[in-house]
Every structure is written in C-alpha cells, then in structure tokens.
C-alpha cells in the first residue's frame, strides 16, 4: 500500500428527514446563498424543505445551474452574493449543481480574474466560502469531495479542479428525495459510481487489500442493487444503498494509498465537451473499450476484479478478462446505457476531432502509469465505435 494522508471534513446527514438537521451545520448569523439547477429541486419541495430547516438565516436563492455546469453561467452568481454578503452555500441537486457551487465558494472571496481559478486543475484556490450539499441525484460523490468539474462551453472545454478549500462541511443524503429521478438518471449515477470505483482500483496490486475489498464490495452492492433500483424505485432501502455507495465511491477512502487511472474520465470530459454527451454516457463507451485495448496492463486486477466481482475463477486468463469485460458492457446496458458510439444521435462524430482536443488538452499520457497514448485513445475510439 502506498503512503497516503487521507482528510474528509464533511459531516453526513443520512436518511429520511436528514434535511432538516443541517441547521447545526449553518451559522444562526449566515446569508445563504441556495444554488440548484433548472426545476427538479424547486418543483419538488426540496428548496422549500431547506429553506425550513434555516429558521433565523438570511436566504438568497440562485436557480439555473445546467447539468455539466457553465463557468458563464455560475458568474451570474457572483455580483447578488457579494452584494448581500453572502457567507455560506448550499448546493441542493445533483453534481452539477454540487460542483457549481463549489466554484461559486472560491469565486465570491475571489477578486481577480475567476477563470484563473480553473487553471492549474484548481492549485490557485486559496479561500472559499463554507458548502453544504443536499443530494438529490447520486452519482457524482461531489457532496464528500474536494473536486469539481466546470464546463467552459464557449471554449469547448470540461475540466476538474481538486482543492480542499472546495470540501463540503456537510451533506444531507436523503433517499426519499432520489424518488423523482427518472429511469436514466437512476442508471446514469450507478454507471457513474461504479466507475469511479473501477478508476481507483482497476490499476496495479500495491497491496491494498482493504481499499479492494471496499472497492469490490461496493461494485457488488451497485450490481445486486441497481437493475432492482430500475425495477422498483419507490423502494427506500434499493435507494438507500445506492446513494451511500455513490458517496463512498469518490470521498478518498477508496482511492486512498492505491495507484488511479482516471483516463475514461478525462476522455469522457472531451466527449460530453464537444457532442453533449452525458457523464455517465461517455463512461458506458469508454470503460469497456479502454478495459480491452489495456487489458494487459491491467491483467493481475482485472483478473482479481473478473473473480471477486463476477465470479470468474476458472478457465483460461484472456478467456476470464474478455468474459469480465463483457459482464461489465452488459451490467452498462442493464442499467439502460448504451456502450456504443454509434447507438449514440452524435453528429458528425469524429475520432480526429477528439484526439485534437486530448492533445490540446494535454491528455497525452493518461492512465495509472501515464503511458495511455494518442494512438492507444485512437485504438480505444475504433473499439467502441
Ligand atoms: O436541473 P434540474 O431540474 O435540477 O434537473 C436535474 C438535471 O437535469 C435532474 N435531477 C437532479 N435531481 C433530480 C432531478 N430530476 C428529478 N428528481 C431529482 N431528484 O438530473 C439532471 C442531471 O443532474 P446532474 O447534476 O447533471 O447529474 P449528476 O449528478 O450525474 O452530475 C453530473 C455532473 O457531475 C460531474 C460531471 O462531470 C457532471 O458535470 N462529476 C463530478 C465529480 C466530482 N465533483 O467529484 C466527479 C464525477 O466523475 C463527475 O465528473
Ligand atoms: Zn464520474
């Protein structure tokens, strides 16, 4: 296991009700400033349930926060929270609006040029006002994170910043309020989760047999749980589990002390930045591509994820690894995303384009060992196609 310092200050409020604990989290003498996104939290009570466990605060509301956040969007944001000094955020929705308010917290204090602050993946932050997340779509594990990924439409671009100043102080993680979620956003937060674990464990052995074995018992609780999620999505305790998992799956625990790969992520980014594409989408197509084209790297965890995940623990080694990949496309599928390109309306898609952008982006040597190449991301598009 590699050396590691492992730090997460959120508090967790969880279950049924937990909204109305967060006034513990909140000064009595805050102004609050709300964010959410377009109607979901405002339409189905979530804004109003915050709102009445914040008795005594002031309480500014900023809605319109757009899946795959915009910079140009959340500076709108900037001028009404200073003006009313606003001193504590809440994010109430999903990881765009989570991730939205995190820039928000570093932008306000901020008095230079806010984009900077998207610049050395987030290494510039030195301040941010205090976050609070109310998750309603689980997926992102933004709500016990110091990451957030802002998309620059008008530069074509989606990229991460990591910065502990941008940790939550709390969030509340109420299953009952996922109930309004659609099918696809079911199936895209278990997508998103489970490859946020396959990011930080499907790399090389370093001995962190704790870390797999929280990893591996969280990618089985998302598939023993996320098609019956689908199937029954009233059900509190399906829902229950599968947002503790999407929080657990990116706070640090798992990642702490292992190698990370992160290449479908930073790919995915390129993807959702030029066609629009859902985060999660872009993972359905990449993961199993890239787990083909890099299966010999991956050999001893792959094997390790085809046997404790899939309970592949016989026959011939390539055998396992392609029957691990295919389990892995098709559990993609069950929960309703599709794995290829083409089942996607892109127009235009073009390989060229996206290996551009990469190369622009300075994602030339991605992977656990930073030998993940423009020719193997090409190999990687045609497998996919
Ligand atoms: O805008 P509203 O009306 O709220 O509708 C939202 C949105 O359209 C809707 N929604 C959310 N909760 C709902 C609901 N509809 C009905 N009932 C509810 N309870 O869902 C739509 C999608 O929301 P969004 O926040 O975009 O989805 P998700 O949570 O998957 O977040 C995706 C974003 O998270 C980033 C992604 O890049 C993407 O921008 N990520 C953040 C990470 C982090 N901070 O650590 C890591 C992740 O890998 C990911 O990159
Ligand atoms: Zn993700």
């Known amino acids: 296991m590699l050396d590691f310092t492992f730090y997460n200050p959120a508090r967790i409020f969880?279950?049924?009700?937990?909204?109305?604990?967060?006034?513990?989290?909140?000064?009595?003498?805050?102004?609050?400033?709300?964010?959410?996104?377009?109607?979901?939290?405002?339409?189905?009570?979530?804004?109003?349930?915050?709102?009445?466990?914040?008795?005594?605060?002031?309480?500014?509301?900023?809605?319109?926060?757009?899946?795959?956040?915009?910079?140009?969007?959340?500076?709108?944001?900037?001028?009404?929270?200073?003006?009313?000094?606003?001193?504590?955020?809440?994010?109430?929705?999903?990881?765009?609006?989570?991730?939205?308010?995190?820039?928000?917290?570093?932008?306000?204090?901020?008095?230079?040029?806010?984009?900077?602050?998207?610049?050395?993946?987030?290494?510039?932050?030195?301040?941010?006002?205090?976050?609070?997340?109310?998750?309603?779509?689980?997926?992102?594990?933004?709500?016990?994170?110091?990451?957030?990924?802002?998309?620059?439409?008008?530069?074509?671009?989606?990229?991460?910043?990591?910065?502990?100043?941008?940790?939550?102080?709390?969030?509340?993680?109420?299953?009952?309020?996922?109930?309004?979620?659609?099918?696809?956003?079911?199936?895209?937060?278990?997508?998103?989760?489970?490859?946020?674990?396959?990011?930080?464990?499907?790399?090389?052995?370093?001995?962190?047999?704790?870390?797999?074995?929280?990893?591996e018992g969280l990618m089985l609780s998302l598939v023993d749980n996320g098609p019956k999620a689908l199937a029954d999505p009233q059900n509190y305790e399906l829902r229950a589990n599968l947002m503790w998992a999407a929080t657990l799956g990116l706070n640090g625990l798992i990642g702490a002390g292992v190698p990370q790969d992160w290449a479908a992520h930073r790919a995915g980014y390129e993807l959702t930045a030029l066609y629009g594409l859902d985060h999660a989408e872009t993972l359905a197509i990449l993961v199993p591509a890239m787990m083909k084209v890099r299966s010999d790297g991956k050999r001893i965890k792959l094997l390790q994820y085809a046997k404790r995940v899939w309970g592949l623990d016989d026959g011939d080694e390539s055998i396992r690894m392609n029957a691990a990949i295919e389990q892995t496309r098709r559990f993609f599928e069950r929960m309703g995303l599709s794995t290829r390109i083409s089942d996607y309306r892109i127009d235009g898609f073009c390989v060229d384009r996206v290996i551009e952008q990469l190369e622009a982006h300075g994602m030339t040597a991605l992977g656990e060992h930073g030998d993940l190449t423009l020719d193997q991301m090409r190999r990687v598009f045609e497998v996919c196609s």
């Open 14 to 215: 969880f279950g049924r009700g937990s909204i109305g604990k967060i006034g513990t989290s909140i000064p009595f003498e805050a102004c609050v400033m709300l964010i959410y996104g377009a109607r979901s939290a405002k339409r189905f009570g979530v804004v109003d349930e915050v709102k009445q466990a914040l008795p005594g605060r002031r309480v500014l509301e900023f809605g319109g926060v757009e899946p795959n956040p915009d910079y140009e969007t959340l500076l709108e944001a900037i001028a009404p929270a200073r003006r009313d000094r606003v001193d504590f955020l809440v994010g109430i929705g999903g990881g765009s609006v989570i991730d939205g308010a995190k820039f928000l917290a570093a932008a306000i204090p901020f008095d230079g040029d806010p984009a900077s602050l998207l610049e050395d993946k987030g290494a510039r932050i030195r301040q941010a006002l205090p976050i609070g997340a109310v998750v309603t779509l689980p997926a992102s594990g933004s709500e016990m994170n110091n990451r957030a990924i802002l998309s620059r439409r008008a530069l074509v671009i989606k990229k991460a910043i990591m910065n502990d100043h941008l940790f939550p102080r709390f969030a509340a993680l109420d299953p009952e309020k996922t109930f309004t979620l659609p099918a696809k956003y079911i199936g895209n937060g278990v997508v998103d989760t489970f490859v946020h674990i396959l990011e930080q464990y499907l790399t090389y052995p370093v001995g962190g047999h704790v870390q797999d074995r929280l990893a």
